[in-house]
Structure formats: structure tokens, C-alpha cells
């Protein structure tokens, strides 16, 4: 009797544990099981962005009222205010340019109202190859939009527009949904397009109740994503969507000559695993012309430095510059906005009427010095170092030794003076730092220790900084994030970012039934010189300023590529762990071989050093594992971890 309860309660968690593990699996997450060095650097390359892409896009200048005349005149802006020359490469169409799907066989044909160019022949015979030809002659690249679904954003959210697809149901799905190969080869085979970026209106707006749904003109499509409410997107399968437009580019571009933007305004947890899908993946719902929506757009990346680098980029949403709160009359909040985009690695998508723009906003994009920072080749994100609500030190490590780029960020109505320290840029205190500044191209002399600087309201003084580095070789992982992977997060279930701005709700203001709380997945990922969840990094009471913050059952890649000849750090429970009773065993590997492992570390145990000798060593590989179960998330330290 009492073996058969035995073997039956562990048949029954047999199960359990299997169920919990595959559901672990299919949501993405680190199980202890999956939690295994593979020895190889886990991200193929989605595309080609070595750095940042740079370019122009037709949405936040006109909206749904694209034309080629609008998109020409930005292309010729572009070559003639010398934008072009200074990196701004690709001519982006957003919504609005299409008729409808053909009948007969389901290819796309265009709106040849607004794109005469497009009209090449008999009666529905469409194509923007001529428009791309005409984009390629200038030396520019052209980019495309569609969307994940059967229908798009402006058959949702702009029922009133005259351009809508016209004709029957069919007829006007016009989104990949069932026609990503079919799609995908017009666009880059026949078309000729180079950049794609792929929405998600159609699998979030068009169930009974969405705002295509209801018009009752489209076929239901039972929503995949909920925007602000993690829990009800099917994650997988969003994410399953997005692999086939990857695998479809890949196909008809197998030297890999394209981008792929994800655009699903940060939800379904995009901010975790875009880098796995995505050449570029949205962090946040629409920016827009105000201050309040830039700093939400900004907050949403400003924490996401470990998932950035070469290749994959967070996107903060496309430039204001020029438009409303920081057009011509607003030139430092144009700057300021400028600044952060660029310091955070994000796409710089210009989104104004060029062909109108006055040399103040031309000086502010074509910006020689600020530009270089965004397009630094090693792609290190910028890594808060000091952060309140009110002020903000944002360092980004260059390429070349000993520089960084620093914005001292004022987000009050105030002036504010901000001490910048030898400590904020992990160089020697009593060496001298040179300080340039950027926007104003002009050296600022140099200081030892530490410096104050005056900021004047809303704006961020963007400098680059020169100094003896505190590793005498290598660096401090948290200075280079564009090499690392987060391959496993630990998170079980996603949780949302508290630290990001709320600005009021643009679509339902204060009265929407949404409220007014934008929600995104991402709390408790890892972070570089901060907890998982925004703290400082402390093990036993004793804090450290440098260092990877992560949870347990979490693995991080670091791209050494033979480079480094030492692996250091101390490791052990962060004081502001959830989960106080599970220890946690800290292992380094090199190329998949264990290279050093700590003993198992509990709660309020004083850090332990780990060191490796990974001389040679392609692939370092970082696991924190758990050993046994925790009511609460385990919060782990890897302090002044470096590769030296
Ligand atoms: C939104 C997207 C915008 C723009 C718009 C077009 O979903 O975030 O950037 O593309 O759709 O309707």
C-alpha cells in the first residue's frame, strides 16, 4: 500500500517536472536541464548590420499618405544635404502602398496612383523595380513594409483613408500571413528591396473584437499578441511567425544582403529574443513627436545593453527629429533625442519631410561626431552608470582603447550639474581623462578624478573621453556586452519592466480602458553593472560597481575569439535575491570544456574568486546554476567579472 502511494506520487511528479520542463522549453526559458555549454556561439547573424542601419522612413513624416514623389524627394535630400554620405543609406516605404493581392495567383500589385513608377505593363502588372533601380543609381538601399498577418495596421487603425487595399476579402489581405515565401521573393527577387520591416497588426488588432476585427470587412484573425499583457501572447508562436520571414530572406538572399525589422512594439517578450529572429526588433509601442513618448521609447532600451551588438539591435522606433516637440525651434531637445539614440545603438531612422528641412535639423542628423559614436564597430550598447529619475550617466565603451562615449543625461526642467567620475568610465582616478565635446566639436580640456558639468534642462551633453583604463588589458565584461549572448535568461515566467517612462496612453489617453501603463517583458534579465532587477550589485553587504547581473539558471556567451588570456571575477548571491534558500554553483567554460567552477554559493556568503585561463578560447561560457528549487527568483553576481 504504501509503495504504491510512493510510486504513484513519483510517477505523478515525474510528470510534473516533465510538463514544467517542456513548458519552460516552449516559452524559451532556461530550464536547469537545457542549462548545458555548448561550446559554440549560438547567433547567426539575421541579415547584415554590422552597425546600426541608417536611413530614412516615410511613417512619422506622412503616415498612411506615402507617394513616390514624397519618398523620391527624401532620397534626393538625402544625397544633396550630404546625409547620404554620411551614412543614411536606405529609403524606407512604411504602410500604405499597396492596391491589393491579385486573384488569380495572390501576388501583390501596388497602388500605381501613388507610385506611377510602379506601373510597368499590362493591366495588374506592378512592380517597384524601376523605383529600386532608381534608389540603388543614387547609392541608396530600399526598404519595404508588411505585416505578420493576413491584414495591416491601416485597415485597423485608419478605416477613413482613401488608400486603403481595395476589392474583395481576399483581395485585401495584403500581409504575409500564408504568403511569406511568395512575398518575400517578389520583394527581394523581383523588386529588388534590400530591408523589410514586418509589423504585427494582423495578429494582434484583427480578433472579433480588435479594431479591424470589429468593422466586420476582414477575417477574423484570433489574436497571437496582446499588446501590454504578456501572459495572453502566445510567445512561440509569434516568434515561430517571425523565424519564417528570417528563413524565407535567407533563402532569396543567402549572402545574407538583408535586414529584417521587427515590429511588434516590444511585447511578447520580443525584447528577449528578437536577437535570435531579427536583424532589428522594436522595444516599444509608437514614439512621437513629445518629449514624454522619447523618454518612454529610450527607457524602453536603455536597460537592454546585453542583448545589442553587431548584427542585432534594439529599436527605440524611428527618429522625431524635425518634428514637434524637437523641430527647429526646439533644437537641444532635437539634439538631446539625437544623443541617446545614438549612444543606445539604436537604428537612425530619420522620419521628417526632408525636402522642407532647415540646415539646423540637416547639422543635428548629419551630426560627424555624434554618428560615429552610434556606428563605433565593436556595437557595445551604452551601459547606464549613473541613473535616477532625474539624471543620467550613460557610457559607451569605443573600439578603440581607452575611449568612451558619455551622455550626462538631464531628463528635468531644471538645470542640473552632474559630476562625471573616473569610476563612471572604469579608468584611473588620477590620471588625466581629455574630454571632447561632441555636439559642439570642440575639446573641453581634461580633468583627473572627477568633473562637474552644467545641463541645462532636458538636455544631454554628449562628450567622448579619453583616459587610462582601470584593467591594464582587456576589459571588464560589462564594457563589452556587443560581445555577449544572452543565450539563457533564467526567467521562468516574464515579468514587466517597472523602469520605463509612462507617458500618457496616445491612443485611449486617461480615460482608455487600458489605463495608462505601458507593460514590457523584461525584468530580471541580465543586466551590465546592475542587478537583474535595477540595483546595485551586492553580495554580503559589500557592493560592487562592476559586474554582470543575472538570475540562476542563466547562461551567457562571450565572444572571446581568442583574445583574452584570463577569465576573472567574484561570484555569489546578490543581496537583493528573491529566493534565499537555493545555492548556486558558478561555472566558466572555454569552447565547452570546464575551465573553473566555484563551490556551491549560498545566501550571505561572502563572494568567492573564480578564475580560468582561457588563452586561446573562442567561446566563454557563463552559468550560474541552481541547485534545487526556490519559492523565489535567485539573484545572482558574477562582480568585476573581466576578460583580460
Ligand atoms: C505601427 C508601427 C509604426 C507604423 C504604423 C503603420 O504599428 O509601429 O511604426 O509602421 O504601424 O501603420
Given amino acids: ?43 547567426a547573424p539575421v541579415g547584415h548590420a554590422p552597425t546600426p542601419p541608417m536611413g530614412w522612413n516615410s511613417w512619422n513624416a506622412f503616415g498612411v499618405n506615402v507617394n513616390e514623389a514624397r519618398v523620391m524627394g527624401a532620397a534626393r535630400a538625402l544625397v544633396a544635404d550630404g546625409l547620404a554620405k554620411a551614412g543614411y543609406r536606405y529609403v524606407n516605404i512604411d504602410d500604405g502602398w499597396w492596391l491589393q493581392r491579385r486573384a488569380s495567383d495572390g501576388r501583390m500589385i501596388i497602388r500605381t496612383s501613388l507610385f506611377p513608377s510602379a506601373a510597368v505593363g499590362g493591366a495588374g ?43 474583395n476579402r481576399a483581395e485585401r489581405e495584403v500581409g504575409l500571413y500564408g504568403h511569406v515565401t511568395q512575398d518575400i521573393s517578389l520583394y527581394f527577387k523581383d523588386w529588388g528591396f534590400d530591408y523589410i520591416k514586418v509589423d504585427a497588426c494582423g495578429i494582434a488588432h484583427y480578433g472579433a473584437n480588435g479594431a479591424g476585427g470589429k468593422q466586420g470587412k476582414f477575417r477574423v484573425f484570433p489574436p497571437l499578441m496582446v499588446d501590454q499583457n504578456t501572459a495572453q501572447s502566445n510567445i512561440p508562436a509569434v516568434r515561430a511567425l517571425y523565424a519564417r520571414v528570417r528563413d524565407a530572406l535567407r533563402a532569396v538572399r543567402p549572402d545574407g544582403r538583408f535586414v529584417l525589422s521587427l515590429c511588434n512594439w516590444g511585447a511578447a517578450n520580443v525584447r528577449a529574443w528578437g536577437k535570435d529572429v531579427g536583424t532589428m526588433w522594436r522595444t516599444s509601442t509608437d514614439i512621437q513627436a513629445n518629449w514624454s513618448r522619447m523618454l518612454h521609447s529610450f527607457d524602453s532600451v536603455s536597460t537592454r545593453e546585453m542583448y545589442s551588438g553587431p548584427g542585432r539591435w534594439n529599436d527605440p522606433d524611428m527618429l522625431e527629429v524635425g518634428n514637434g516637440d524637437f523641430d527647429q525651434h526646439h533644437l537641444l531637445q532635437a539634439r538631446s533625442h539625437f544623443s541617446l539614440w545614438a549612444i543606445e545603438d539604436a537604428p537612425l531612422l530619420i522620419g521628417y519631410d526632408l525636402r522642407k528641412a532647415p540646415q539646423s535639423i540637416i547639422d543635428i542628423l548629419g551630426a560627424p561626431e555624434v554618428i ?17 529619475s532625474d539624471y543620467q550617466i550613460i557610457v559607451k565603451t569605443l573600439s578603440r582603447r581607452g575611449e568612451k562615449a558619455v551622455a550626462l543625461f538631464n ?23 581629455t574630454v571632447r565635446d561632441l555636439w559642439a566639436r570642440r575639446d573641453l580640456g581634461s580633468f583627473t578624478g572627477s568633473r562637474v558639468f552644467t545641463v541645462r534642462p532636458h538636455e544631454v551633453l554628449m562628450l567622448k573621453v579619453s583616459g587610462k583604463p582601470l584593467l591594464a588589458s582587456g576589459y571588464y565584461l560589462s564594457e563589452m556586452t556587443g560581445r555577449i549572448n544572452v543565450a539563457d535568461d533564467g526567467v521562468l515566467v516574464p515579468e514587466e519592466d517597472p523602469t520605463i517612462h509612462r507617458p500618457l496612453d496616445p491612443y485611449t489617453g486617461s480615460t482608455g480602458s487600458d489605463g495608462t501603463r505601458p507593460v514590457y517583458a523584461g525584468w530580471g534579465d541580465p543586466r551590465a553593472d546592475s542587478t537583474p532587477y535595477d540595483d546595485t550589485l551586492r553580495i554580503a553587504n559589500v557592493s560592487y560597481r562592476y559586474g554582470i547581473g543575472a538570475l540562476a539558471n542563466s547562461r551567457l556567451q562571450v565572444q572571446a575569439e581568442g ?13 537583493t535575491t528573491r529566493g534565499r534558500a537555493a545555492p548556486v554553483r558558478f561555472e566558466v567554460y572555454g569552447d565547452g570544456k570546464l575551465l573553473a567552477v566555484s563551490r556551491p554559493m549560498h545566501f550571505n556568503e561572502a563572494a568567492a ?36
Avoid at 510538463?19 to 542549462?35: D, F, I, W
Avoid at 526642467?413 to 588625466?432: F, G, Q, R, T
Wanted: hydrophobic share 45%.
Fill in 563 to 575: 583574445g583574452f588570456t584570463r577569465f576573472s571575477a567574484q561570484v555569489g548571491i546578490d543581496d
Fill in 1 to 43: 500500500m504504501q509503495s504504491r502511494r510512493l510510486r504513484k506520487l513519483r510517477n505523478r511528479l515525474a510528470v510534473a517536472v516533465a510538463v514544467a520542463l517542456a513548458l519552460g522549453a516552449l516559452a524559451g526559458h532556461a530550464t536547469a536541464a537545457s542549462l548545458n555549454a555548448t561550446g559554440a556561439w549560438a547567433l
Fill in 411 to 433: 531628463r528635468t526642467d531644471e538645470a542640473a550639474k552632474i559630476e562625471l567620475n573616473s569610476a563612471h568610465l572604469k579608468m584611473v582616478a588620477d590620471a588625466p581623462i
Fill in 372 to 388: 560615429a559614436v552610434n556606428q563605433d564597430p565593436a556595437g557595445n550598447q551604452g551601459v547606464l552608470e549613473y541613473t535616477s
Fill in 609 to 644: 574568486p573564480l578564475r580560468a585561463d582561457v588563452a586561446g578560447v573562442k567561446v566563454v561560457e557563463l552559468i550560474a546554476r541552481q541547485i534545487g528549487t526556490d519559492q523565489g527568483a535567485v539573484v545572482v553576481t558574477w562582480a568585476n567579472a573581466a576578460l583580460e
Fill in 125 to 167: 502588372l506592378t512592380s517597384f523595380r524601376p523605383f529600386t533601380d532608381k534608389l540603388h543609381a543614387m547609392g541608396l538601399e530600399a526598404g519595404i513594409y508588411s505585416d505578420l498577418g493576413r491584414n495591416v495596421c491601416s485597415q485597423a487603425w485608419s478605416p477613413d483613408n482613401p488608400n486603403l487595399p481595395v476589392g
